[in-house]
């Protein structure tokens, strides 16, 4: 694997709110945080560019609403904002692709001559993956840190119900299988980027 010098850790999500078990449920992943961390510090060690996004969710009960306290990012994230050599960029979104917030992340990875992204944070099969998704249409080489996320158990149509683990690995499975992202490891990320 090869990540470029100026290829872009886009943090998703990585937000208070999503520590309210009884509004989410089941999680999966207990590693995700310490290996979000230990991604956003290497690219930041390195002088590669990080984008931290920020969902603000137009829901009144959402535990991500505008000026509720779990609209903001993580401590672990927000301690790190602002410590790299590399550039950063901020932005907020309401739906679910970071390539459609504010400022416009499209704009700035190709004023930057960005074309490899690697994205991390929660959820696994919202979020996360929707912008791995849109980031592969738009022609960007996507690597999806699969253990720099997670995700909580749903419940969909017709009573379905699948776990955490289970949307993930289908996550997994549709990314890497469709053509979307390279799913892997963070431990891959970090030995690649040195």
């Keep these: 694997m090869e990540i470029a010098e100026n290829a872009a850790l886009v943090v998703v999500d990585v937000q208070r709110g999503f520590e309210e078990e009884d509004y989410w449920g089941p999680r999966d992943n207990p590693e995700a945080d310490r290996n979000i961390a230990r991604l956003v510090d290497a690219w930041q060690a390195s ?9 603000d969710s137009a ?8 000026g509720y306290e779990g609209n903001a990012f993580k401590e672990y994230v927000e301690e790190r904002r602002g410590k790299g050599r590399g550039p ?3 932005l907020t979104k309401a739906v679910n692709s ?7 992340l499209d704009a ?5 001559g960005v074309r490899q992204i690697v994205v991390a944070g929660i959820q ?15 022609g960007y080489e996507v690597f999806f840190a699969l ?14 119900t699948l776990s955490a683990r289970e949307l993930s690995r289908a996550t997994a499975v549709t990314l890497h299988g469709g053509g979307f992202a390279s799913v892997v490891r963070s431990e891959e990320l970090l030995a690649a980027v040195g």
């Design 59 to 66: 829901q009144p009960d959402s535990p991500l609403r505008t």
């Design 47 to 55: 002088g590669r560019p990080v984008v931290f996004v920020r969902h």
């Design 124 to 138: 696994t099969n919202m979020c996360a993956e929707t912008t791995a998704r849109m980031g592969g249409n738009l």
């Design 147 to 160: 253990d720099a996320t997670y995700t909580f158990d749903a419940v969909g149509p017709w009573g379905w």
């Design 88 to 90: 950063e960029l901020f």
């Design 108 to 112: 700035w990875l190709r004023a930057s």
């Design 98 to 104: 970071a390539f459609y917030g504010s400022p416009d």
